[in-house]
């Protein structure tokens, strides 16, 4: 099984901040594009931020201006700034390389809960 370790989630109300961290295995992040996924209860797994290993990022609409996402190449990690949360982020996030979006869940981490209360 994939060791990627997501940390930073937690219970935050409207408007607030959460910074998300991802250790991932060097197989899997360097030289990668690696992108911050979210899922809510009942829906699919959606990437909503990614990073190529040269810096180049990508958002969904849903969180651009809003979140923000950083690697560390040195650490083998990818963080996940989130500003101005709302209720509609709450979601279950993971990390994972970019080429892993369409693999089974044994490819990947257990994620990290963020809740946002109203």
């Known amino acids: 099984q994939v060791q990627l370790v997501e940390s930073g989630g937690g219970l935050v109300q409207v408007g607030g901040s959460l910074r998300l961290s991802c250790s991932a295995p060097?197989?899997?992040?360097?030289?990668?594009?690696m992108g911050w996924y979210r899922q809510a209860p009942g829906t699919q797994r959606v990437l909503v931020a990614s990073?190529?290993?040269?810096?180049?990022?990508n958002y969904a609409d849903s969180v651009k201006g809003r979140f923000t996402i950083s690697r560390d190449n040195d650490r083998n990690t990818v963080y996940l700034q989130m500003n101005n949360l709302r209720p509609e982020d709450t979601a279950v996030y993971y990390c994972n390389s970019v080429y892993y979006s369409d693999y089974p869940d044994d490819y990947w981490g257990q994620g990290t809960q963020v809740t946002v209360s109203s």
């Open positions: 990073i190529t290993s040269g810096g180049r990022t």
């Open positions: 060097a197989s899997i992040f360097s030289d990668n594009p």
